[in-house]
């Protein structure tokens, strides 16, 4: 089974700096990765699919990038909407929607 | 425009069981593969069920096995899961998802806003 793994568990970061988050997997994944925002109370919705495209709509402030099994998001200026909560999922292998724990941002 | 519409969550007894519903339009269920996720109170995100395109391949999280059953009704556009001897730890909130692709092997490109489980005597 795949294991995802999340980094850090929570990110304290002041809107305006930078914020990268990782996700690290278990087994190759090819680019079958995406990430996902959860904001209070909101159902979660698509930021970024096969590892590195932006969902339409997604603001440029959002890449993500991949390197083997270790995949990153990268929120270049952060605005007071991106505080939430980030999710990675594989869904090359099984189980086909393996999600991460999650990476809180939250405002420092 | 795509709406997913989820039903059927309510407070039910261990042991008990639920028919979740999820009403889809602006788009035919036929056309992708189609998820529940879950997510208990505080916690991250739960891959529980999906079914394909074809609605011939059903896949399950080692939880909902033997226990949850996914489907649909093509003639209503409505997908469904039903649970059967639910336990506390199946309280959350449940999540109707629509797939990118066909073969359930796909990422999320879109959310239905939940229903709520609660499992508790």
């Known amino acids: 089974e795949t294991v995802m793994t999340q980094s850090p568990a929570t990110l304290s970061v002041s809107p305006g700096e930078r914020a990268t988050l990782s996700c690290r997997a278990s087994h190759n994944l090819g680019s079958k990765l995406a990430w996902y925002q959860q904001r209070p109370g909101q159902a979660p919705s698509l930021l970024i699919h096969s590892a590195s495209l932006r969902a339409t709509g997604v603001p440029a402030r959002f890449s993500a990038n991949a390197s083997g099994t270790e995949f990153s998001l990268t929120i270049s200026s952060l605005q007071p909407e991106d505080f939430a909560v980030y999710y990675c999922q594989q869904y090359n292998i099984w189980p086909p929607g393996q999600f991460g724990q999650g990476t809180k941002v939250e405002i420092k | 425009e795509v709406q997913l519409l989820e039903s059927g969550g309510e407070l039910v007894q261990p042991g008990g069981s639920l028919r979740l519903s999820c009403a889809a339009s602006?788009?035919?269920?036929?056309?992708?593969?189609m998820s529940w996720v879950r997510q208990a109170p505080g916690k991250g995100l739960e891959w529980v069920s999906s079914?394909?395109?074809?609605?011939?391949?059903?896949y399950y999280a080692d939880s909902a096995k033997g226990r949850f059953t996914i489907s649909r009704d093509d003639s209503s556009n409505t997908l469904y899961l039903q649970m059967n001897s639910l336990r506390a730890e199946d309280t959350a909130m449940y999540f109707c998802?629509?797939?990118?692709?066909?073969?359930?092997?796909?990422?999320?490109?879109?959310w239905g806003q939940g229903t709520l489980v609660a499992v508790s005597p």
């Open positions: 998802a629509r797939l990118s692709g066909g073969s359930g092997y796909d990422y999320v490109d879109f």
């Open positions: 079914l394909n395109d074809r609605g011939g391949n059903a």
């Open positions: 602006g788009f035919i269920l036929t056309s992708c593969a």
